[in-house]
């Protein structure tokens, strides 16, 4: 082979070398790009959490005669600098809230259309229980915000 | 390997095959690249809105399972007897004067914030057969639906001499 074939060879060989670079490059970039997002599970996280208390505090729909904190907090693991629970029982507060109180004000911020780069993820649920007499029903409402920015946005 | 050198005109036009042909994959990619991007943004936002549904539709499981233990207690002449909402509802299927009284207790309930239905046979087969439920027919059971985030109703299926099924669904 004389050296201009040589020399066109290996430019002819680079050239393809590069195109194949360049389309598996692009394809990493495309997956990556996507893979690599954070999916926001807060949401998740509040309803699971809802789901839980009720099942705690209302076991098979009827309510525990004595609603505390501590049993509360028992339901499963709070962490008091990430989220905000807010129990009421018939319109009445049935124990201290848990956790910031700051997340409660920017939740309702948010539902007044205050737009924020990092809000929390806020959840109010309403359940209708039975007293333990089983003769009438009581309405729990719990709501639940969570923080967890850094993690999901 | 011999490679036999073409004349000049042929190597342009195999350099000009070479970049259109790269031209055409980038484009290619592009195109990949902003439909994928349209794609993951719908699902992105379908998982963001699911658990929303799964909230409340945990809700009407909690209030109907509760609603159907609730008892209530019946008088007929000197007689009175405590009866659940559950038992209720399957004499409302026999008598006119018992629905009147599950009309009041659901609507006391409920009103303002879910639609209470009891359905016909006809109605509980189709909605069966529509959502492929598998049910064992020997004790009440709550209906948990496949897909929430479609269909947001809770179902509940009493026992009785027929198949009674319980409807509750958030007003919209």
């Not at chain 1, 490059?25 to 893979?35: F, K, L, M, Q, T």
């Not at chain 2, 303002?112 to 027919?137: C, H, N, P, R, T």
Request: glycine residues 4%.
């Amino acid at each position: 082979m004389n050296k201009k074939a040589q020399l066109g060879h290996g430019i002819t060989w680079l050239w393809k070398f590069m195109i194949l670079v360049l389309v598996v490059g692009c394809v990493v970039a495309i997956v990556a790009s996507h893979y690599s997002k954070p999916y926001d599970i807060r949401y998740s996280e509040a309803e699971t959490l809802s789901k839980k208390l009720i099942e705690c505090i209302a076991p098979n729909g009827i309510l525990t005669q004595q609603v505390t904190s501590d049993m509360v907090k028992n339901c499963f693991l709070i962490n008091d600098k990430e989220m905000f629970l807010n129990l009421t029982i018939d319109n009445k507060q049935a124990i201290d809230t848990i956790g910031l109180l700051s997340l409660s004000s920017l939740c309702e911020a948010k539902k007044q259309g205050t737009k924020m780069k990092y809000y929390p993820a806020c959840l109010d649920s309403s359940y209708i229980v039975l007293k333990q007499s089983k003769m009438e029903f009581s309405t729990v409402k719990i709501s639940i915000a969570i923080n967890k920015v850094e993690k999901n946005i | 390997m011999i490679i036999k050198l073409k004349n000049k005109k042929a190597q342009v036009g195999e350099s000009l095959s070479d970049i259109v042909g790269l031209i055409a994959i980038v484009f290619l990619l592009i195109i990949f690249y902003i439909f994928s991007n349209a794609f993951f943004s719908f699902s992105e936002k379908d998982i963001k809105n699911m658990p929303e549904k799964q909230a409340l539709h945990n809700q009407e499981h909690v209030s109907l399972d509760a609603f159907l233990q609730k008892q209530i207690i019946i008088t007929k002449g000197t007689e009175s007897q405590t009866i659940t909402m559950a038992e209720l509802i399957k004499l409302s299927k026999i008598n006119l004067e018992y629905k009147t009284i599950l009309d009041d207790e659901a609507n006391k309930a409920f009103g303002a914030v879910y639609d209470f239905e009891i359905l016909s046979q006809k109605e509980a087969e189709q909605e069966a057969v529509k959502m492929g439920w598998q049910i064992d027919f020997t004790q009440p059971v709550l209906i948990v639906t496949p897909e929430p985030r479609i269909v947001n109703i809770s179902f509940f299926y009493l026992p009785s001499n027929e198949i009674i099924f319980v409807k509750l669904e958030a007003k919209k």
